[in-house]
């Protein structure tokens, strides 16, 4: 498995700089702890569904899943985004319950409960490469290319992101909301200045397999009827052999041959919904 790397993207470091500027370290420390605390979240389910962390990048919103990594199974995507933000949300559930039975635990948490509501409910919004980004992104991934669906999130990033700010200048007429005005710089930034360093990798397409050629995998030769999707077909590749699959019309007759290097290839440029009929006609 390739070593674990740790680095701070220049937003984060902007983020710690505003936060201390604006004397609010305590804040800070405790939305540190949160953030770390958030993507330790996605690092554990990433782990039990069997993919590994390239990199660790500290960012605003959390670490960055790159949405080029294709060959995730559109529910273990879910998953992993959904993790961060319910890991959040519980734990200011906890805290806020934890008042009730010991009420002086009121001055040492609420602002991590702060924290992690803020954190929570920004990583929902359907941005990417926030979490909410990454659960629309799976959803659109089954009904269009990946790269359509990523351009559309881009747009409505840049769309959220003026709203945000039209909010703060409609503010200044009443009561200024700072808050906007730094929210809709930071959505801005977000999706114009991404960190595609950060991936996901599936174990099972990738070191299992580097590995296991030292010792030898046995090829598999899978049939498959033309009306297969592709997301079913990538669900049938094993971390201990080499598939390839032979695809067939309903009378048995080959349409077609896709190795696992060529499906490695075809999530790329098809939605997981696009059947193997579709894709060899």
Same mark, same amino acid.
């Given at each position: 498995m390739k070593k674990l790397k740790f680095t701070i993207h220049p937003l984060f470091i902007?983020?710690?700089?505003v936060f201390i500027y604006q004397g609010l370290f305590e804040l800070l420390l405790a939305y540190l702890i949160?953030?770390?605390l958030h993507e330790f979240a996605h690092y554990l389910v990433a782990n039990r569904l069997g993919y590994h962390l390239n990199r660790f990048t500290l960012m605003p919103h959390g670490i960055s899943l790159s949405g080029k990594n294709v060959l995730f199974s559109y529910k273990d995507e879910i998953l992993i985004a959904l993790?961060?933000?319910l890991c959040n949300f519980i734990l200011a559930i906890l805290c806020v319950a934890l008042w009730w039975i010991?009420?002086?635990t009121y001055v040492y948490t609420e602002v991590f409960v702060i924290a992690n509501v803020i954190t929570g409910a920004i990583n929902l919004l359907p941005i990417f490469p926030m979490d909410g980004g990454r659960i629309a992104l799976a959803f659109l991934g089954q009904k269009i290319t990946r790269k359509r669906a990523y351009g559309i999130l881009k747009i409505v990033g840049l769309v959220v992101?003026?709203?945000l700010l039209v909010s703060f200048v409609i503010t200044t007429f009443f009561v200024v909301k700072f808050n906007l005005l730094v929210m809709s710089i930071f959505c801005f930034l977000t999706v114009i200045w991404e960190d595609k360093t950060? &991936?996901?990798?599936k174990t099972s397409f990738l070191d299992s397999k580097t590995s296991g050629l030292k010792n030898g995998l046995v090829v598999r030769e899978v049939a498959v009827h033309e009306d297969?999707?592709?997301y079913k077909l990538v669900s049938q590749v094993r971390a201990d052999s080499i598939t390839n699959f032979r695809v067939l019309k309903s009378d048995l007759t080959v349409s077609g041959y896709i190795s696992e290097n060529q499906l490695e290839k075809l999530v790329q440029i098809y939605p997981a919904s696009a059947t193997l009929k579709? &894709?060899?006609s």
């Open positions: 902007l983020l710690m700089f949160t953030i770390i993790a961060g933000p010991f009420p002086v992101s003026f709203l950060n &991936i996901y990798q297969t999707t592709l579709t &894709i060899l």
